[in-house]
């Protein structure tokens, strides 16, 4: 495999980037500081549109679904050919949008399928100071320095048919790097060191796929062993719990040992990819395709649990792709195809639904006592947090979005299918859009 390496100059250009400060505006992973989606930021944009509210737009090369993550004045994201065939990792200036680094991590030869519906780079990377971690599932995986874009380690080595394409974004816990891989093939969790990416833990899910068709008849689609979730980490009565969706199962693992400590089964549900939400007390998770319901479970089990590690079910107007948002005991989602609801965290009850415009995949954020709704045709709906449902702004891009939106100071960051921009601003003298021709295709050195 080739490599992108930056020049000297440019990586010292990068170390100016890294802020000391940097944690205290982050948002250094798929739904931000507690993986949640939530922001406790004061001041972000309410509307917004092509020439409104935009400090900058910088378009992004490629096809990629993934999120854009930030650390100090940095702003990363990753992106691939449509084909897959080059898998790369971009660096922003948070001020100017201005690309300082754009780097081909891994060139793949024979690219796995992905479905059209997904991308080759659909994983967001997590950062923290001096480093950042990207993966592509098993095409690969690396660790950057973040001063000056030098790969410290890569892994190209795991094996998983990843079948419609990777999705599952790495969570960062103690010294490990976390990463689900749920294939048509084989489905584990493994635990790197970060340091140095070597396997630390490698644990294989425990479900038996032979006998899942209700028919009875022998397992043979490879939809219903895949899996895109993000694993969470819940402290619970001292004990610390790895919760993360498989395919027709949710588990809970021992994070230092890889030890499974119970799970959950769903054998109608398939492809999960909600993000675990945690919080009052409970787990709350999508059980994704097929039998789509949102449920809320207790943690501390041990074993195969059953509908006794349940405190409820909510069974209509469940995303099969999008994460839940939790607010002050209440839970938001928005459905695949665009209704909206919020039921209360403790019992499933419900406080409203209600209709809003479009399909979606990216997972709503809340910030300054409003919950973000995007959509794939590039609006986003602003609603009011709390038990009576009000539309506060509707907001139009030019592209769709598949990714999160990431919350740094007052400014909203956000990528569409065809760019990414930062939000900000609340005046006519902050309307104006700078987009720069250079920031369409920068490459730089390169070496075999």
Known sequence: MRRIIPIVLLGAAIALLTSIAGAESSWPQFRGPTGQGVSDAK??????????????????????????????????????TEDGRELSALCLDKDSGKVVLDQVLFHVDKPQYCHPFNSYASSTPVIEEGKIYVTFGSPGTACLDTHDGKVLWERTDFVCNHFRGAGSSP??????????????????????????????????????????????????????????????????????????EGSNAVYAYDPSTGKELWHIEERAAHSGSATPVIGDGLIYISTGHGKTELWALRPGGSGLVGDSQVAWKVKKYVPTRSSPILVDGLLYFVSDIGTASCVDAKTGQEAWHSRIDGSYSSSPIYADGRIYFFNEMGKTTVVAAGREFKVLAENQLDAGFMSCAAVSGDALFVRTKAALYRIEGHDASSTSVTESTENKKTKVGQEK
């Open 43 to 80: 001041g972000v944009p309410l509307t917004w549109g092509e020439g409104q509210n935009v400090k900058w737009k910088t378009p992004i090369h490629g096809k990629a679904w993934s999120s854009p993550v930030i650390w100090g004045n940095q702003v990363w994201v990753t992106t691939a």
């Open 171 to 244: 969570l960062l816990w103690s010294d490990l790097l976390v990463m689900d891989f749920d294939g048509s093939d084989f489905q584990y969790v493994a635990a790197l060191d970060k340091k140095t990416g070597k396997t630390v833990w490698k644990t294989d899910r425990s479900i038996d796929f032979k006998d899942m068709q209700p028919n009875g008849k022998p397992l043979a689609d490879g939809d219903m062993h895949k899996a895109f979730s993000t694993p969470r980490v819940i402290s619970f009565n001292g004990r610390q719990e790895l919760i993360s």
